[in-house]
């Protein structure tokens, strides 16, 4: 029977020369096959199933050193999660993002309407941010980022949107 089981699970993997159960192990019919449980991270990334890219664009800076990629992903449950790749600032603490009407965004004169999406995560490299399907993201032409107190805006990132 054991020889049985074995076989099956050779069959199973397309027998595979890495043996499945170290030799010392031996396998019996009523040993349960347990599955190991998904790590918070895997489950995170089931939850957050891409459909596809909405928009992307690069920061640039305006009044201090920003680097970085953006883009706005549509998630299956059509709401949207941005995110920064690659990011770099010279400044990062009390900072806002915030997607703006206006394309180009310079000084605080450009910020006009926006929607404020959270605050700057810091220097983290690659950064997450999610946003309601409400929001109308088309209506919106640039992501900024702009000081809590005073709207300074320390880089900006035009949109390009996908069609």
Excluded: H
Aim: charged letters at 20%; glycine letters at 6%.
């Amino acid at each position: 029977m054991k020889w049985v089981i074995v076989m099956i699970l050779l069959v199973l993997v397309g027998c595979s020369k890495t043996p499945l159960v170290p030799p010392s192990i031996t396998l019996t019919a009523s040993d349960p096959i347990v599955p190991e449980p998904l790590s918070p991270l895997a489950l995170e990334t089931e939850v957050e199933k891409i459909i596809g890219i909405v928009a992307d664009g690069d920061f640039v800076s305006r009044a201090s050193r920003v680097k970085g990629y953006v883009v706005i992903d549509r998630l299956i449950d059509q709401s949207y999660k941005l995110t920064f790749s690659n990011f770099e600032a010279s400044r990062t603490e009390n900072l806002l993002v915030v997607l703006t009407k206006n394309r180009y965004v310079i000084s605080s004169r450009d910020i006009g309407d926006y929607l404020e999406i959270g605050e700057l995560k810091g220097e983290i490299k690659n950064q997450f941010y999610f946003f309601p399907r409400t929001v109308n993201i088309t209506d919106y032409q640039s992501l900024s980022l702009i000081q809590k107190d005073n709207r300074i805006v320390e880089g900006s990132a035009v949109l390009g949107f996908v069609q």
